[in-house]
């Protein structure tokens, strides 16, 4: 078997022993497909599981949100946060606790990687605001877990992984690129697997996958797939974590198709250096 097999394998196999996610998200999930539910159905599902109900109290009274006064409930969470985000927050968290415990070797610094992620989740949401975008959980959530692959890689082919970290310092070749051509697919697949063995809805699934390829995606999640992908290399510039990229992609065709003024993305990389302590915050409540 290749090591492409056996990543493919490792992800895809039901049987192989990568994290199964609690509960709570497949409930969360639920509810963030069915548009009849309320705010009162979201706080039930989170109440009931206290780990995840304590981490989103703390993140809603952290420096993150910046908020005034004291958010002492679940509901006023969802009503100050906003129920979109709080599902995206949520189910970010329970991913994070999955693989917390796992990733505890060297090959990629996990704090840098998971302080790119959260950064790459706020320039998300960011980037939806200013192009007049819905803000929804699934652009947070994306950005979020968008390098889910490069934890895989890292947790479960340390050594084969850490030789492709060497080669992309030397040869200065964006990961994605060669990962493709070491491993014969890339972390970018491995996430988009990952999630569907998850059964994450599409409008999570196909962003992530075509992060680094987004004129590939299916027209339905291109936008959000453009996003990511812009938001993956601001985090990038404004030197927010590190993912274990030494080269800055260029995304010049994506910016203008998401019609962004190259104004905006200066402010925008201005705006998130600004924010490093708050995104570091945020990484401090959910670990
Ligand atoms: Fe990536
Ligand atoms: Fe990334």
Redesign the pocket.
């Known amino acids: 078997m290749d090591i492409q097999e056996k990543i493919e394998n490792l992800v895809r196999d039901k049987r192989t022993q990568i994290p199964t996610l609690p509960v709570v998200v497949n409930n969360i999930l639920q509810v963030a497909g069915d548009e009849s539910t309320s705010a009162k159905d979201l706080a039930d599902i989170i109440i009931r599981d206290q780990a995840i109900a304590n981490k989103t109290l703390k993140l809603a009274n952290s420096s993150y949100y910046g908020f005034s006064s004291k958010v002492d409930s679940i509901p006023r969470a969802i009503a100050v946060i906003g129920f979109n985000e709080v599902i995206g927050l949520t189910i970010g968290m329970s991913v994070f606790s999955a693989f917390n415990q796992k990733a505890s070797n060297n090959t990629l610094d996990m704090r840098s990687l998971w302080i790119h992620a959260i950064g790459c989740g706020t320039a998300a949401k960011e980037i939806s605001k200013r192009t007049g975008s819905n803000v929804t959980e699934q652009i947070f959530l994306a950005g979020l877990l968008?390098?889910m692959?490069?934890v895989i890689l890292s947790v479960y082919f340390p050594e084969e992984y850490k030789t492709v970290l060497e080669e992309v310092k030397q040869s200065q070749t964006p990961?994605?690129r060669k990962e493709k051509e070491m491993l014969g697919l890339d972390?970018?697949l491995l996430s988009g697997f990952l999630m569907e063995r998850w059964n994450f809805p599409d409008s999570l699934l196909l962003p992530t996958r075509f992060?680094?390829s987004s004129t590939a995606c299916p027209l339905e999640y291109q936008r959000d797939a453009m996003i990511i992908e812009v938001a993956?290399c601001l985090c990038q510039r404004a030197e927010i974590g590190n993912?274990g990229?030494p080269v800055i992609v260029n995304v010049g065709n994506t910016v203008k198709e998401l019609k962004i003024t190259h104004s905006t993305i200066e402010t925008l990389v201005k705006e998130l250096k600004k924010q490093l302590s708050e995104i570091e915050a945020f990484f401090e409540v959910i670990t």
């Open positions: 968008h390098d692959g490069k990961l994605f972390h970018a992060h680094h993956d993912s990229n």
